[in-house]
């Protein structure tokens, strides 16, 4: 094995060292003396070029700031950096927040993961733990600390996220029983799979009733209006017939204001404020159990699949970033499509052989 300068083995790992105007620099540990040896290459250049940067030990709270500035704020949606900062800020500052984050232990994260499903359902720790496991990949990323601790712990088990869905007869019965304002944006929903930002984020200037079309070009989230959650997502929607119609009495009633559904001070009718005042009283009025509003999009969805359309335009209509996507979340749906696609090749086959039969009577007299 090739001997490495200013490179020692300690254990298992082995650490870079080299001396320098009267000091001593040390690496962290290595897996191999390669790594370590490029370490120390790496740092005389710096110390060389006066570019060196002093390695010190953060906090964890310290590096979580480091995290929602450096890393979430410009990458992430205004919506998803408040839930995270949230979710740090309650959970993770007060129980790891002054452990040094190149000390923290998997024994660390272990027993926080115990603490915090005494008191939350496996579901909302799964996705605390899994936001921890993500800050740390980040630290990783930045060479922080080598390892991500989080990565030992096995995160709780949850079972499939449950929807509901609604028949297209329960569905037609509740659109014939209630307002056209409240008809549109459930029809939006349950008709062309638009989510709930999409629907309130619509102008009059999208939708060409014409041709049959909206536009997709923003979303109204927590009182801004923003980009579309993907870019998938961003597409000239076909809709049908009966959505046409629906969007065309609305928009004679309404007046075609520059808004679809119009809130005040010239914005957009806030989301939660017609869920919280409507939707709920509009299911608890026709007899339908509590559902939240995500789920007239899992309606859309599984009426195409119940009627036989093909998973690859399912995924195009409901806009899904990849075919693998709707397979996940639908699977438990398709072989219902299988036994439809089934049943037609045996109509086609006995059509055949009627058909057959029939020529062979022909030709026979």
């Not at 940067?53 to 979580?64: A, S, Y």
């Not at 929607?237 to 065309?248: E, N, V």
């Amino acid at each position: 094995m090739p001997k490495f300068k200013g490179v020692q083995k300690k254990g298992h790992l082995y650490y870079g060292y080299l001396y320098y105007k009267n000091r001593v620099y040390w690496s962290r540990g290595f897996a191999t003396a390669e790594e370590a040896s490029r370490w120390r290459a790496k740092t005389k250049n710096d110390l060389i070029n006066n570019t060196y940067v002093e390695r010190k030990k953060t906090i964890v709270g310290e590096f979580i700031q480091q995290y929602l500035k450096e890393y979430a704020k410009p990458n992430l949606r205004a919506g998803t950096v408040k839930n995270n900062e949230s979710i740090l800020r309650l959970y993770i500052i007060p129980n790891l927040g002054n452990v040094k984050i190149q000390e923290l232990k998997p024994l660390h994260i272990q027993r926080l993961q115990n603490k915090l499903l005494k008191i939350k359902s496996p579901i909302y720790v799964f996705n605390i733990m899994r936001l921890l496991r993500q800050v740390l990949n980040i630290a990783v990323k930045w060479e922080v600390v080598q390892h991500n601790p989080s990565l030992k712990i096995d995160l709780p088990r949850v079972g499939k996220k449950e929807y509901r869905i609604l028949s297209p007869e329960q569905l037609m019965s509740i659109l014939n029983r209630i307002g056209k304002r409240d008809r549109t944006i459930i029809g939006l929903a349950a008709f062309a799979g638009l989510r709930r930002g999409e629907i309130f984020g619509l102008q009059w200037q999208d939708i060409d009733l014409k041709q049959k079309k909206v536009d997709l070009q923003r979303q109204y989230f927590l009182g801004k209006i923003m980009p579309l959650k993907t870019e998938s997502s961003k597409i000239q929607l076909p809709i049908c017939r009966k959505l046409a119609i629906i969007l065309a009495e609305w928009k004679l009633l309404s007046g075609a204001q520059k808004w679809v559904f119009s809130g005040k001070n010239n914005k957009p009718l806030y989301p939660d404020t017609w869920i919280a005042k409507h939707f709920r009283k509009i299911l608890k009025d026709n007899n339908v159990s509590p559902m939240r509003f995500h789920d007239l999009r899992h309606t859309f969805v599984s009426i195409l699949i119940g009627e036989g359309i093909p998973t690859a335009d399912v995924q195009k209509l409901a806009r899904h970033a990849s075919y693998e996507t709707t397979i996940d979340i639908y699977r438990h749906l398709l072989p219902d499509q299988l036994e439809k696609g089934l049943n037609r090749l045996d109509v086609l086959l006995q059509n055949i052989e009627e058909s057959i039969e029939k020529r062979r009577s022909v030709n026979s007299h």
